[in-house]
Antibody, heavy 120, light 112 residues
Framework: QVQLVQSGAEVKKPGASVRVSCKAS????????LHWVRQAPGQSPEWVGW????????RYSQKLKGRVTFSRDTSASTAYMELNNLRSEDTAVYYC?????????????WGQGTLVTVSS | QSVLTQPPSASGTPGQRVTISCSGS??????????VFWYQQFAGAAPKLLIH???QRPSGVPDRFSGSKSGTSASLAISGLRSEDEADYYC???????????FGGGTKLTVL
């Protein structure tokens, strides 16, 4: 069965960086792009960006462009999100999700989420 | 403040039909080429795809759920309301002006 398993919760200080991993199983990793979505406590989801797992192409949200970087290791069926220069407003649950069809936002499988807490 | 406006709450009794609206603009929902997606989220869980491409249900989603789009607005309708439908619902679409995928502020559905 399709699964996306993310790395565990992180607590970081302002200015630090965090890397979240998303390991896929149950399907051919390079056949589906992955989106990253975050959700601050009590807020609606916010799109972070996507990575085309086949070739590594990326697209980032305008808000986070310059601070966020996606990468992937196809041999390990794992995608990564790194967010730099963390601020308190980056505190959120970060999700990876599999994209069904290019150019859309039909995300059919989601990771369990990774809570990133930014606090001094 | 989201560019997609949803009512913060909605409610209904079991068996009723409830509609949740999602209001946007010409740069997002009102753009003919942009589809609207709906997600359902239970507390402590990841969002679940409920409707894609305005009105399409993924396999496994009951036909009690339906979506529509008209002009700069979209709607999610739930008929035959059940207690297990109690959740948060979010609309989402691409915004041409922002060049981002955007989500609505969410609607908390209560089944009375």
């Amino acid at each position: 069965q399709v699964q996306l398993v993310q790395s565990g919760a992180e607590v970081k200080k302002p200015g630090a960086s965090v890397r979240v991993s998303c390991k896929a199983s149950g399907y051919t990793f390079a056949s589906y792009a992955l989106h990253w979505v975050r959700q601050a406590p009590g807020q609606s989801p916010e799109w972070v960006g996507w990575i085309t797992t086949a070739n590594g192409n990326t697209r980032y949200s305008q808000k986070l462009k310059g601070r966020v970087t996606f990468s992937r290791d196809t041999s390990a069926s794992t995608a990564y999100m790194e967010l730099n220069n963390l601020r308190s407003e980056d505190t959120a649950v970060y999700y990876c999700a599999r994209l069904v069809s290019s150019g859309n936002l039909d995300l059919d499988y989601w990771g369990q989420g990774t809570l990133v807490t930014v606090s001094s | 403040q989201s560019v997609l406006t949803q009512p913060p709450s909605a409610s209904g009794t079991p068996g009723q039909r409830v509609t949740i609206s999602c209001s946007g603009s010409r740069s997002n929902i009102g753009s003919e080429s942009e589809y609207v997606f709906w997600y359902q989220q239970f507390a402590g869980a990841a969002p679940k795809l409920l409707i894609h491409r305005n009105d399409q249900r993924p396999s496994g989603v009951p036909d009690r759920f339906s979506g529509s789009k008209s002009g700069t607005s979209a709607s999610l309708a739930i008929s035959g309301l059940r207690s297990e439908d109690e959740a948060d619902y979010y609309c989402a679409t691409w915004d041409d002006s922002l060049s981002d995928w955007v989500f609505g502020g969410g609607t908390k559905l209560t089944v009375l």
